[in-house]
Nanobody, 121 residues
Framework: QVQLVESGGGLVEAGGSLRLSCAASGRTFTGYVMGWFRQAPGKEREFVAAISWGGGNTYYADSVKGRFTISRDNAKNTAYLQMNSLKPEDTAVYYC??????????????WGQGTQVTVSS
């Protein structure tokens, strides 16, 4: 079992930046792809970004390409999502997840509880 805890959410003005963190504990972090997803009110959860175990491969949703950067520090069992040039439409609860495949559609095995990001216009 892997426990994931997100942090770093908050309220920011449009054009601003936030960095989300996802700390993993429990079963080893080793080998897992880490992903970020988000869910806005009244909408389905959507994929944001994913990163391979070694960090050498990343994958982004078109809506965040060029603005968001996913990274990880395996020594700290932590994944990050740097979000720049935030837009009101980025407002959502952001979830991190651990899985087996670098994909936005493949099932992920473990999920965090989410952190709220609100972008004001």
């Amino acid at each position: 079992q892997v426990q994931l805890v997100e942090s770093g959410g908050g309220l920011v003005e449009a054009g601003g930046s936030l960095r989300l963190s996802c700390a993993a504990s429990g079963r080893t972090f080793t080998g897992y792809v880490m992903g970020w997803f988000r869910q806005a009110p009244g909408k389905e959860r959507e994929f944001v970004a994913a990163i391979s175990w070694g960090g050498g491969n990343t994958y982004y949703a078109d809506s965040v390409k060029g603005r968001f950067t996913i990274s990880r520090d395996n020594a700290k069992n932590t994944a990050y999502l740097q979000m720049n040039s935030l837009k009101p439409e980025d407002t959502a609860v952001y979830y991190c997840a651990a899985g087996q495949r670098l994909s936005g559609t493949a099932p992920y095995d473990y999920w965090g509880q989410g952190t709220q990001v609100t972008v004001s216009s």
